[in-house]
Each structure stands twice: as structure tokens, then as C-alpha cells.
């Protein structure tokens, strides 16, 4: 594993109501590395990201460079540098993209820091710019995307939780996206913890993978081992080896 | 009242620990549910030889309460529809049996089942504009037909007498059965109610109740599906506001008395909250709330003659933090753990 | 075990049996008692020779709350008379009140709860029309006395069938007829606008206007009514200015009668004569709207206003003051309710110590054949009589009209059974 | 004409009133989803404190200003200590919460001040504008007048700072609200905070027409209940537009629709209300909710 771990999660279970969906999971990212959790569905990989994000219930430990996180609510890990781009991308439908944008820093102060940093997500995604006063409920699938992304990036995480980025796009505005998130990472040094269905295209921007199954991390390696693994490449990778 | 306490408390009180658990798993749910109906039965039919009459007047009122709400449980805890002017269909049935009983000296049992349906096809014609609303804005429309049924009423003088009300004689008591005018008005509500609940009962169990079931739990996908959303929900509407009809019919052979500011607003605020402080969609909720509806209020002036409304707010508002799906709830979760404390035993 | 419906009925069957057998439930009138001697087969439940209980019933819940200040009037008159006077007859009062919300249905289980379970030895006070209806013919079956009921509804006294029940304050047909008298003689011709409350009370005083004014040069040129549940008269005010009519009947309750006289006052462009019924013709009504602006405005009365400061020397009324203070000491002696309350308690008084046998019968036909008898709290002249053919104890009203701070009484008292002849149905 | 008129002026008068109650539902609705009951029985007591502020000698202005802090304290407490234990509860039982609310807050009103009316002082002077026949009472226009202003300050608020952009986020997507770090409680505690502030506004403004006393804002709040449908229960704009029409709507009908009189003119904003509905489910100003399958 990764000699400086940034996040840390040990023994984590975590679940809704009376069901407990993950099983002692354990795992580490490092400092500035991008993360992928692959698996089938159903395996809690959103719920793995939500436990993070404090969205649910947890039992266990998870720490973020040192500090814990585990059982806070979610406002409070958002206020720590954690961004959580959801499923179904969180948007304020019937807020304006600009709106949206500036929510993302909400926990910030500063207004030049802000607005320097409207230009920089511009920067990314040029075509947010030209839609800022358009209402964010009008945007397409991939604009949306993009906006959650962009407001996530606003509030200048540490911690990048991207969930099912892929879902509902063509596959050119994905592998775009998938671009973009890259670049960030360089750029920005910013961690990230991608789920993603389509595995080849994590595989291809993550340093390491893990693999949840029912609840529990079944295999864990650095993005070229686990692409050559001949179990994940015949369950998620449509091909053998 | 002996005989009953002994049923229910046997298992738990018996010497023999091993036979009382075995004996406590043989009773499954369906059974206890039959022993449970068969008790309250036995008490319901005990209580008037036991109560003075004004005790029997109150447990013919929780009655009377109890058939609305099961109505209004139909609506709301079945296919998810808030009402707030079932006090409304109350009023109509009432009205139907006073105005039945005044002007055309009709016999009171004939007055039952044309009250409920009139109150049923009046459901069904303000059903009809309710199958485009849902939850806030039919709760609202509802609301306003509570509202405007009072001046209503009073406009139409020579049919309901206006303000002054009509003022009936009850039903009296048949000779052979040598029984006092309360405890036979007592019976005739009882059996009123058992009938309410076997109707209810399987009402649910047919196809209209799975069709109510699917459009509460989602209303889109109940119509991919193939429910015929507007009909079923228009039936589920007609259907609650025949109960309450029927309650409103029994409420006039009980009171006597019908005027149009005895079904003011709070009548309706009143019997929803009920229904929410019994429990929704259960099978006592209604019983429950009718309970809820007829003592709290004086039990709170009990507690402070000044100002028993500050009592009885608290009230609802402290039982809806300990229950918060009803007292139905509640009493399935004492159950539940009773249970569990004695199977651990 | 498995239950069947049929096993279910049967147990049931079996349970019934054993308890119907065992088990009678006791008799209605436990704890019934009648008396002895003269008075012999008589009722005498709630009476001792050294106590009586009684039972009221209002709102003391619900919008109709204000008129909960009542029996607290009638407390502080009975918990007076029982320090000070070794009580009526020597006999300590209970007087135990239930609360109603205005619902007749409540009113109904409490009635019974006061009778059946209370034991109470009458009920002295229900209020209103729709509760005292739902309940007097449960009250004249177990032939309770039902006394002095607190509503002003015609049919107490003209109906035959409920010997039990009795009104006290003057029925609305007889302060319309005072109304339509006192402007038969000052504008012959008047034409009139009325506002009235649309339920048994507004009716009542309406249409007994109606029929009195009828085959006189006077003439209804507008009505209006409102629902208690509207927020505002001001609509209704507005269409009865535009009648240009020259009296303006005022047939509220208070928060409502407020709102019409403001409402007066504030239009320039019509001046009517405004009476104001007696219901809302308190101090505390006009008082919010400003005694500027009701000046000369016309209503009738029968029992003294606390407010009044005529009455400042008045003996009954210092009493009152004196005793409010001492026995009811967070209440405000002002409130006319309280003040209502104490004069009917003290009625209950007058006409307990005329019963011939300390029983529920000695009670009914004492309140049915009271003479002339004379209450301190009642207007001087202001007196109670029923007789076989006259169920209304207080018939008789005096007009007045509010002059600076004060309504000043004005006319001889009218006696409307005098004037009109008995009311009948 | 000028008759016609000025029932329209006075419609449009009684509507402001029932459109500032109107504002405040609309306000917990939207952050809540949560129809309060006891909203207009809040607006009451408000007035009530604002009362015991001016009976004890403070002048108008200054009462106002304290009870409007007071309001705004007592609904941010009420939410806290009422409405949170019951936050993941059903819809419906929260409702009846704010029922139960309602009964609670107007008995003890009455317990403490009594039933009795008050007068309470008007801050408007009493005359009236004249122009053509036609009068318009500075009261009415006073009415009109703070009830535009509260809206401008609502527009503000809400378009223009920080916090409103938080409370919009959380009206919108609560969830995602709290992704980006929005104290969504503080929010809530928020929008009821300022919805009793807008009902004391409400109930001060009715005061002085309607005198005080713990029945004031039942009426009011059927006509506000009404108003909000009508223009829809997530739209202040809405709101208000939809307190102007049924004052007007109600008012003129009560004048020149002879057989509805004026003991069924409570039933023409019922027929408004169904008729908008049927049309527009959403009401006139709301935005169509689609619920995906």
C-alpha cells in the first residue's frame, strides 16, 4: 500500500435502519491519489461512499490525514474538505447554475477566493459558463455532471467522493469527464475515491482498486494488478486475460 | 371482567416456564389476532351490564368515532389520501338519518344504508375532482368542503331546519329485549361497528384494497403497473366517506339532536387527528383514536380546569413524540417486546 | 388452539353468559335517594340537609371559551355564601363544572357524567342553544331539574314537554320586541339594517324583530348575516351602508359586535342610529372601539354592568366587588360574565329558598312559581315570576344609551309579558 | 363604477391581510414541506406579546421591533424543541404535531390574557386618501404597504445574501444541501424563525382591524390556507398574489352575487380554489412536481 495514507478506514461497517450493508471494510488511499471501488451491484459501494460522507449509519473508524471522521454529520465532513459528488448528482434544480456553483462554497469565506475559483471550474468546464444564469434543472445529463463536479471542486476538497460519475452519459462525454477528473487530480493534488460501474475507464485513471463484494473488500491492488487479476477482468472487464 | 385478563395473561403467568413457551409459539399471529378479536368482543358485549349508563354512552361515542375513523383510515392509512372534511361526510350522513326520521318518519334501521349511501355517492362525486389532486391540495380542498358545509346547511332551512337543528326521539329499545335505552343503543352501535370492521376487513383483502395498497406506496408505478389510478382512488374516496356517513347516521340515533354547528371544522381536525394518534393503516387505529377522541379531552380538564385545551395540545403533541406511528404502533412494539422478554425467559 | 369464527363466537357467547349471569351492572339509580313526610317519594339524590351539589356545563375549551368566566362568577357567589352564610339553608353548595367545547355531543356524555355519576342534584346552567337542546330531553327523562339554562333561546319557555328545563335571562324575541318598540315610538318609519350572526341566537332575535315590527311603518331595508368562523363584519358593514338605512341593528356577539361599531364610526357618509343587542352591549365591547365613537349608540339591559359607574354605591354591587376580590382573586370583578354569573347564582339562591320540599320536584316547581322576587344584581325593577303558563323568569328590560363613559339608563322598565302578551310558539 | 371600485380597493385591503399569513405558511412549506397549523394561533400570541409591550408603556415602534425578536427567537425555539423530535417522522404525524400546536398556543392565550377583546393601537393614522369618489383608508394602505415591503426584504434575503442562498439550497435538495455543508437544522430552525417573524407581522397588522382576542387568525387562516393554494404553496410571490385575489375575489362577490349572499361567500375562495386546482395542480405561481416511477 500507499507509504503516506491520507485516508484511513478500518473495521467500518455501516448500513440503513435495521440492515447493515457493509462488513468491516478496510482499506487506505493515499495522499493525492485517485482510488477505485469496483463491484457488483448492490456490493456498497454508494454506501461505502456515503458512510464516508457521514450519510449513514457507521460503526468503526475513518480518518482523514489523522483526524477522525467517523460519526459526524454530514455538514460537519463536508466542513472538513470532504466533497461528495452523489448519485444522481445532487443538483438544486431550481436553483441557477451560478447558484448551484457558489453552494459548493458555502463553507468558505473569502468572496475573491470564490470568485477566482468560479473561473478556474470555467477553466474545466467551459460550458458551464456560458449557461450560469439558466436554471440547473434545464441542463443535460453530462452539463449536470459536470456542474457536480464543478461544485464540488468549489469548496477546494481534500477529499473527492465521486459516485457513478458514468451513469447516464454517452460514452465520449464520459471518457471527457474522466479526463477532467484526471487533470484535477494532477493539478490539484486532490484525493479521490471514484465507484464506478465501468471499470476499464476508473482502471485507467486510479493508482489502486479495490473490489467490494456483499459488503466486504474482496481484493485490493494497485490499478495494473487488479486489471490483470483474471477473476475481475471475467466478472467486470467483459474479457479474459 | 375476570375471564378475559385470564386468556390473555395465561401463558406469561403459568408456573412452567417450558410450557408456557411452547404454548406461546404454538398461538401463532393469525390465532392471536382471532383471540384478540373474540375478547374484545366478549368485553365489548359485557360492558353494558357492568357500566353505568353514562359509561355506556361514552363507549357507544368511541364507537361512533371509531366507524368514522376507519373511514378515514381507508382514505389516508390505506391509499395514502389526506382528508381534512371527512367531518363533512359525518354531517351529511347525520343529516341524511335526521332529516329521514323527521320528515318522513322512516324507521331508523332503514335510515343506515340510505344515509351511507348518500354519503357514498356524494364521495363519489367529490372524488371525482379529487383524482387530479393529491396529498397538500386535496387535504385543502377537502378542507374548504368542511368549511362550507355549515352555512350550507343553514341556508337550506326547510330541509334541515337551519341553525336551530332538528331535535329526533331515539331509537327505543324493543320490548323483548329488556334491555334500557342505552345499552340498546349501546348494541345497535356495537353492531353497527362489527359490521364496519368485517366490511373494512375485506374491502382490503380484495382486489380494491392491493389496488389502494399500490397507489399509496407509489402512485406512478401503481399506474405502470395497470391500476386504474382514477377509478380506484375515486372508489377509495366514496368508500371512506360511506363510514363516515354511517357513523354520522348512528351518531343522530344516539344524540338525538343534529344542528350545523355540531360539524364545525374542528369536528374533521379532530377525527384526522385521531386517525394519526390511533394509527395508520392498523387494524385498532381506529379503535384507539376513538378512544383518544372521546377521553382525552376530559381527562385534560381533569388535569387543569382553566385552560384544558393546553392539556389536551400537549397531549397530542406528547403522544405523537412517544408513538410516532400511532398508538396502534405503540401498543405492537410493547407486544413485540413482551414477547421477546418472555421467549428470552 | 386454532380459533375458528365459530369458536371465536362461541367463547364469546359463553363470556357473555357468564358475566350477564354473575355480573348486573348497578342500577341507574344507585345512589338515588328519595325523601320522607310530606315531601314523601320525592328525589332528594345531591341534597343533604347540609349540602347541595350542582352541575354546570360550558365551553371552557374551544372558540367559544370566553364564556368559561361564567361559572366562575357563580363560584365566588357560592363560595361566598358558604364562609359567610353557613350556605343556602344551611346547606354548603358544590357547584362542580364540566367543560364542553360548545359540542353538543360532549355535552350530552357531561350531562350525564354530572347526573349519573356526579349525582348531582340539578343542573344549574348549560350553555347554548344547540347544547341545552341536545341534552333536555336526557335531563326531563331522569327528571333532573335543568335550571336557569344560559342561552336566550324562545323555546325554554313556551315548550310544554320539558317541565324540567327553565331559562332565566330574557328570551331574544323579547329584546327584539323591546327594540321594535322603542322604535315604533321614536321613527315610526324607520328603515332598518341588520347584521345578525347566522346560528339559532341571531335567528332567534332576527326574526322575533321581524314579526314584532310587523303591520308598523317600520320596514327591514337590508340584512346581512355572518358565520362565527369569518374573520371580519367589514364586508357585511360595508353592504348595509350602502342601504342608506336609518338604524343599524346590531345582533352580535362581542368580538363581532366590536367589529360592527368600529366599523359604523369609521364611515362618515352614514350615521344610522345603532342598537346594539344586549349580548354585545358590554363595557368591554365598546371600550376597545373608543367611547368617542359610540356615543349615543341604544341597546337594553337587565342586569347591572360592573363597569358602570352608577353603580359605584350600589350595595349589591360593592358586595360583589368586595367578594370577587376575596374569593376569586385572579379574576377581574369587571368582566360582565362574572358579574352574569353571580346574579344568576344568587337567582339559584332566591329561588332554593322558596322550594317547599328540599327535592328535585321542591326545585322544578319553586323556579316554575316564583313571584315577583327581586335579585340585587338585576336592574331596579328587574324581577323574576313564572306561573303555570309563563316559563320565562326574566321578562323585563330597560332601554339605555351611552353618554360619555357610561350607558344611562332611560325610560321606565318594560315588561314585555305586559307590554306583548305572552310569548308562545 | 366608483362603487365597483371601491370594493375592489377594500377586497384588495382584506386581501393583504390574508396574503401576510398566506407568506408565512408559505415560507415553513417550503423549507419543510410541512403545512403549520399553528401558524396564524403563533401570529396571535405575537400580537399578544406586542400588546403587553405597548400596556406597559413602551411606544408602538419599539414594541414592534422587540416582538418581531421575540417571534423570530420563539419560532426558531419551537422548531428546535416541537418540531425536531419529530423530524424523520411521517408527513402526516408532523402535521398533527403542529395541531396539537395549535390547541396548546390558543388555550394558553386565552389562559393568560383572557378571552376578553382588546384594542390595539393602529399605526396607521385613521383617514383616508379621496380621489374621485372613491376613498382609501390609510390603514389599507398602510397594509398594502408593509406587506410589499416584507416581500421586498423576503426577496432580498432570499436572492441576495448568503443565508438565503443556504435556506433556497435546502428548500430545493436538503440532502445534497448537507453534502455541501449547509447546517440544514440551523436552516429549518431558520425558516421557522422567520416565518413567525412574518406572522407577527400578520397578526399586528390584523389587529387593529379585527381586535385582539385568541380567536383573531382562526378566519384568517382558512382565507390564508386558501391564498397559498391558490398561488401555489411553494411561491412567496405566489402567495401573496393568491391573498390579493381571494380578498378581492371574496369581497366582490359578497357585494354583487345576490343569491350567494353574505353567509355563502366563504364559498366563493372554495370555488377558486377548486377551479385553479383542477386546472393547475400546482396553483397559479407553483412549479409542477414530477414524481419519477
Known amino acids: 500500500m500507499s507509504t503516506d495514507s491520507f485516508l484511513t478506514i478500518s473495521d467500518l461497517s455501516a448500513g440503513y435502519g435495521d440492515a447493515r450493508v457493509l462488513h468491516g471494510v478496510n482499506l487506505s488511499v493515499g495522499r493525492g491519489e485517485i482510488c477505485a471501488i469496483l463491484g457488483p451491484n448492490g456490493a456498497g459501494k454508494t454506501t461505502l461512499l456515503r458512510a464516508l460522507s457521514g450519510a449513514v449509519w457507521t460503526r468503526g473508524s475513518v480518518r482523514l490525514d489523522g483526524a477522525g471522521l467517523a460519526r459526524r454529520s454530514p455538514d460537519a465532513i463536508a466542513r472538513r474538505g470532504v466533497a461528495h459528488v452523489p448519485e444522481g448528482r445532487g443538483t438544486f434544480m431550481p436553483l441557477t447554475v451560478e447558484e448551484n456553483l457558489r453552494l459548493g462554497a458555502f463553507t468558505r469565506r473569502g468572496r475573491g477566493e470564490v470568485e477566482a475559483d468560479l473561473d478556474r471550474i470555467h477553466g474545466y468546464f467551459p460550458v458551464l459558463k456560458t449557461r450560469l444564469r439558466q436554471v440547473a434543472g434545464s441542463l443535460s445529463g453530462g452539463e449536470q455532471q459536470m456542474l457536480a463536479i464543478g461544485r464540488a471542486l468549489m469548496s477546494r476538497p481534500r477529499l473527492l467522493l465521486l459516485d457513478e460519475p458514468s451513469l447516464g452519459l454517452a460514452p465520449l462525454v464520459t471518457r471527457e469527464l474522466f479526463r477532467i477528473v484526471r487533470t484535477i487530480n494532477e493539478q490539484e493534488r486532490t484525493t479521490v475515491v471514484v465507484v464506478e460501474q465501468n471499470a476499464h475507464l476508473a482502471l485507467d485513471i486510479a493508482q489502486q482498486a479495490h473490489v467490494l463484494e456483499s459488503g466486504r473488500i474482496v481484493l485490493s491492488g494497485s490499478a495494473d494488478e487488479i486489471r490483470a487479476d483474471e477473476q475481475v477482468a471475467q466478472s467486470y472487464l467483459g474479457y479474459r486475460v | 371482567m375476570r375471564g378475559p385478563a385470564e386468556v390473555t395473561d395465561g401463558p406469561a403467568r403459568t408456573d412452567a416456564p417450558a410450557r408456557g413457551r411452547a404454548l406461546a409459539r404454538s398461538i401463532t399471529p393469525v390465532r392471536r389476532r382471532w383471540i384478540a378479536v373474540a375478547v374484545l368482543l366478549a368485553v365489548a358485549c359485557s360492558l353494558p351490564f357492568q357500566l353505568v349508563p353514562f359509561r355506556v354512552f361514552q363507549f357507544t361515542m368511541v364507537m361512533v368515532y371509531a366507524v368514522a375513523l376507519l373511514g378515514l383510515n381507508l382514505l389516508v392509512g390505506h391509499a395514502g389520501q389526506i382528508s381534512l372534511g371527512h367531518g363533512a361526510f359525518f354531517a351529511v350522513g347525520a343529516y341524511a338519518a335526521a332529516i329521514m326520521l323527521d320528515r318522513w318518519d322512516l324507521p331508523y334501521p332503514l335510515t343506515l344504508p340510505i344515509a351511507a349511501a348518500v354519503a357514498f355517492v356524494l364521495g363519489l362525486a367529490l372524488g371525482l375532482p379529487a383524482v387530479r389532486l393529491r396529498g397538500l391540495y386535496l387535504a385543502l380542498v377537502t378542507l374548504a368542503i368542511a368549511i362550507f358545509l355549515v352555512p350550507l346547511l343553514k341556508r337550506f332551512e326547510s330541509v334541515t331546519g337551519g341553525s336551530m337543528g332538528l331535535t329526533l326521539a331515539k331509537p327505543a329499545p324493543p320490548a323483548w329485549t329488556g334491555l334500557a335505552e342505552d345499552q340498546w343503543l349501546y348494541f345497535l352501535t356495537l353492531a353497527v361497528t362489527v359490521l364496519a370492521f368485517l366490511l373494512a376487513h375485506g374491502l382490503l383483502r380484495s382486489r380494491v384494497g392491493r389496488a389502494l395498497h399500490a397507489v399509496r406506496d407509489n402512485e406512478a408505478a401503481a399506474e405502470v403497473m395497470g391500476v386504474r389510478l382514477p377509478f380506484y382512488k375515486t372508489l377509495a374516496f366514496a368508500w371512506s366517506a360511506m363510514f363516515a356517513g354511517a357513523a354520522g347516521c348512528v351518531y343522530t340515533w344516539v344524540i338525538g339532536f343534529v344542528s350545523p354547528d355540531s360539524f364545525v371544522v374542528t369536528l374533521s381536525i379532530t377525527l384526522l387527528a385521531g386517525i394519526v394518534v390511533g394509527g395508520l393503516g392498523s387494524f385498532s387505529g381506529p379503535l384507539l383514536g376513538g378512544l383518544f377522541v372521546m377521553f382525552v379531552p376530559s381527562i385534560s380538564q381533569d388535569i387543569n380546569d382553566a385552560a384544558p385545551g393546553v392539556i389536551f395540545g400537549l397531549l397530542i403533541i406528547v403522544v405523537m413524540y412517544v408513538a410516532p406511528t400511532g398508538l396502534a404502533g405503540l401498543a405492537g412494539r410493547v407486544a413485540r417486546s413482551t414477547e421477546n422478554i418472555l421467549r428470552k425467559e | ?425 | ?293
Open chain 4, 1 to 293: 363604477m366608483a362603487g365597483f371600485l371601491q370594493q375592489l380597493v377594500e377586497g384588495l385591503g382584506a386581501g393583504a391581510v390574508y396574503a401576510s399569513l398566506a407568506l408565512a405558511l408559505v415560507l415553513i412549506y417550503q423549507f419543510t414541506g410541512i403545512v403549520n397549523f399553528a401558524q396564524g394561533e403563533m401570529a396571535m400570541f405575537s400580537t399578544y406579546i406586542a400588546w403587553q409591550f405597548t400596556v406597559a408603556g413602551l411606544p408602538f415602534w419599539l414594541a414592534l421591533v422587540l416582538t418581531l425578536a421575540v417571534s423570530f427567537a420563539g419560532g426558531m425555539l419551537i422548531e428546535r424543541i416541537v418540531i425536531r423530535p419529530v423530524e424523520g417522522a411521517p408527513e402526516l404525524t408532523v402535521v398533527i404535531v403542529t395541531v396539537g400546536l395549535f390547541i396548546f398556543v390558543n388555550a394558553a392565550a386565552g389562559w393568560i390574557w383572557t378571552f376578553l377583546i382588546k384594542d390595539f393601537p393602529n399605526p396607521f393614522p385613521g383617514g383616508a386618501v379621496e380621489a374621485g369618489g372613491l376613498s382609501v383608508g390609510y390603514s389599507t394602505l398602510g397594509v398594502l404597504a408593509v406587506v410589499a415591503v416584507v416581500m421586498g426584504l423576503l426577496y432580498l434575503l432570499f436572492q441576495h445574501t448568503k443565508v438565503g442562498l443556504g435556506m433556497r439550497a435546502v428548500a430545493a435538495n436538503p440532502d445534497s444541501a448537507r453534502l455541501v455543508g449547509i447546517r440544514v437544522g440551523w436552516m429549518l430552525a431558520l425558516g421557522w424563525g422567520l416565518a413567525a417573524t412574518v406572522g407577527a407581522v400578520s397578526g399586528i397588522l390584523v389587529a387593529p382591524l379585527l381586535f385582539l382576542e385568541p380567536n383573531m387568525m382562526g378566519g384568517v387562516l382558512i382565507y390564508a390556507f386558501a391564498a397559498a393554494t391558490l398561488g401555489g404553496f411553494d411561491s412567496p410571490a405566489g402567495a401573496v398574489a393568491g391573498g390579493l385575489t381571494v380578498g378581492v375575489a371574496e369581497t366582490l362577490a359578497g357585494a354583487y352575487v345576490g343569491f350567494i349572499g353574505s353567509d355563502l361567500k366563504v364559498g366563493v375562495p372554495l370555488a377558486i380554489i377548486l377551479f385553479v386546482l383542477l386546472l393547475r395542480p400546482q396553483g397559479l405561481f407553483g412549479r409542477a412536481v414530477v414524481e419519477r416511477v
Open chain 3, 1 to 425: 388452539m386454532r380459533l375458528s369464527p365459530i369458536g371465536c363466537a362461541a367463547v364469546t357467547t359463553t363470556l357473555l353468559l357468564a358475566t350477564a349471569a354473575c355480573g348486573g351492572r348497578e342500577e341507574a339509580g344507585t345512589g338515588a335517594t328519595t325523601a320522607a313526610g310530606q315531601c314523601s317519594g320525592q328525589q332528594t339524590t345531591g341534597i343533604t340537609d347540609t349540602s347541595i351539589k350542582l352541575g354546570g356545563i360550558y365551553p371552557l375549551s374551544g372558540p367559544a371559551s370566553a364564556y368559561g368566566d361564567i361559572p366562575k362568577g357563580i363560584k365566588a357567589y357560592f363560595d361566598y355564601v358558604n364562609a359567610e352564610k353557613g350556605g343556602i339553608g344551611g346547606r354548603k353548595v358544590e357547584f362542580v363544572v364540566r367543560d364542553d367545547g360548545y359540542q353538543p355531543p360532549k355535552a350530552v356524555e357531561e350531562a350525564r357524567r354530572l347526573v349519573e355519576q356526579e349525582q348531582v342534584f340539578a343542573l344549574f346552567q348549560t350553555l347554548g342553544t344547540p347544547s341545552t337542546t341536545a341534552t333536555w330531553d336526557y335531563a326531563n327523562q331522569r327528571k333532573v331539574p335543568q335550571i336557569f339554562v344560559a342561552t336566550g333561546a324562545s323555546k325554554w319557555g313556551t315548550d310544554t314537554a320539558h317541565p324540567w328545563t327553565i331559562g332565566w335571562q330574557p328570551n331574544y324575541v323579547s329584546e327584539a320586541r323591546v327594540y321594535a318598540q322603542y322604535l315604533k315610538q321614536e321613527r315610526p318609519d324607520a328603515k332598518v339594517a341588520v347584521l345578525y350572526q347566522n346560528d339559532d341566537f341571531g335567528k332567534d332575535l332576527f326574526e322575533g324583530f321581524k314579526r314584532a315590527i310587523d303591520g308598523s311603518g317600520i320596514t327591514v331595508a337590508a340584512e346581512q348575516s355572518y358565520e362565527v368562523s369569518d374573520p371580519s363584519v367589514d364586508p357585511q358593514m360595508r353592504n348595509l351602508a350602502e342601504s342608506g338605512a336609518d338604524v343599524f341593528l346590531n345582533v352580535t356577539t362581542p368580538k363581532f359586535g366590536s367589529q360592527a361599531l368600529a366599523a359604523d364610526a369609521r364611515n362618515r357618509t352614514w350615521n344610522p342610529l345603532h342598537i346594539v343587542n344586549n349580548v354585545s352591549s358590554s363595557i368591554t365591547v365598546l371600550k376597545p372601539v373608543g367611547f368617542e365613537n359610540v356615543q349615543g349608540v341604544v341597546s337594553a339591559a337587565y342586569y347591572k354592568d360592573p363597569n358602570d359607574p352608577q353603580w359605584k354605591n350600589d350595595p349589591e354591587m360593592m358586595l360583589y366587588f368586595e367578594k370577587m376580590r376575596q374569593y376569586a382573586p385572579g379574576a377581574n370583578p369587571a368582566v360582565p360574565y362574572f358579574a352574569f354569573g353571580w346574579a344568576v347564582a344568587a337567582s339559584f339562591h332566591k329561588a332554593m329558598e322558596a322550594v317547599k320540599c328540599p327535592t328535585r320536584e321542591g326545585l322544578r316547581d319553586a323556579v316554575r312559581s316564583l313571584d315577583n322576587v327581586q335579585v340585587g344584581m338585576l336592574l331596579p325593577g328587574v324581577t323574576m315570576t313564572t306561573g303555570a303558563d309563563d316559563g320565562f323568569p326574566i321578562e323585563s328590560m330597560q332601554l339605555m344609551r351611552f353618554k360619555g363613559e357610561r350607558w344611562e339608563l332611560f325610560g321606565e322598565v318594560i315588561d314585555t309579558r305586559k307590554e306583548f302578551g305572552p310569548l308562545t310558539n
